[in-house]
């Protein structure tokens, strides 16, 4: 790659030495992080119309069995390296545009991935754990498709966080 070309690439400020290789390694985790994420969310809208063809005590069985390892610690702590390691590009490209702004894109998606799940998901996942299958609410077709509606939310705003349209390099 010529010099001018890989100018363009990069942006107007040239990282050189161990400054690259550090945003080239941190970008590789940040794919793999945001990439794991996006697979277990997305896995969520892929079961979408099997689950939703299932009787109450059928769904229930499978959300109190299936997603153990999405959550805390497996799920979790890769959903939080994903976020941070996004923020840490940011930081660590602030003065290459268009990069800065991809990248700010990115992470602010990631980081509403995991603000919506806060606000929407867990109190959910609550709610739904706390059932049984004898004694499933009345209305439990529709807290069901809230549910799923929240992972394909999810699943979106952390698809539009993964690079490599997010941080270009």
Same mark, same amino acid.
């Given at each position: 790659?010529?010099?001018?070309?890989?100018?363009?690439?990069?942006?107007?400020?040239?990282?050189?030495?161990?400054?690259?290789? !550090?945003?080239?390694?941190?970008? $590789? !985790?940040?794919?793999l992080?945001?990439?794991?994420?996006?697979?277990?969310?997305?896995?969520?809208?892929?079961?979408? *119309?099997?689950?939703?063809?299932?009787?109450?005590?059928?769904?229930?069985?499978?959300?109190q069995?299936?997603?153990?390892? $999405?959550?805390? *610690?497996?799920?979790?702590?890769?959903?939080?390296?994903?976020?941070? =390691? =996004?923020?840490?590009?940011?930081?660590? !490209?602030?003065?290459?545009?268009?990069? $800065?702004?991809?990248?700010?894109?990115?992470?602010?998606?990631?980081?509403?991935?995991?603000?919506?799940?806060? !606000?929407?998901?867990?109190?959910?996942?609550?709610?739904?754990?706390a059932?049984?299958?004898?004694?499933?609410?009345?209305?439990? =077709?529709?807290?069901?498709?809230?549910?799923?509606?929240?992972?394909?939310?999810?699943?979106?705003? $952390?698809?539009?966080?993964?690079?490599?349209?997010?941080?270009?390099?």
């Amino acid at each position: 790659m010529s010099p001018s070309s890989r100018a363009a690439v990069l942006g107007s400020a040239q990282l050189n030495g161990s400054a690259a290789v !550090v945003v080239k390694v941190l970008r $590789f !985790v940040h794919l793999l992080l945001v990439a794991l994420i996006v697979g277990l969310a997305f896995c969520h809208v892929m079961e979408m *119309p099997g689950k939703l063809r299932l009787n109450g005590t059928e769904w229930l069985t499978i959300q109190q069995n299936l997603y153990i390892a $999405f959550g805390a *610690p497996i799920g979790a702590t890769i959903e939080v390296a994903a976020i941070l =390691t =996004t923020w840490l590009l940011v930081f660590l !490209v602030w003065n290459r545009r268009p990069t $800065f702004y991809w990248t700010l894109a990115a992470a602010i998606c990631v980081s509403v991935g995991l603000a919506e799940w806060f !606000v929407v998901a867990a109190p959910m996942n609550a709610i739904v754990g706390a059932w049984t299958p004898g004694a499933l609410p009345a209305d439990w =077709t529709h807290e069901r498709d809230r549910w799923e509606l929240e992972h394909a939310i999810h699943a979106a705003l $952390f698809g539009i966080g993964l690079p490599p349209w997010s941080s270009p390099y």
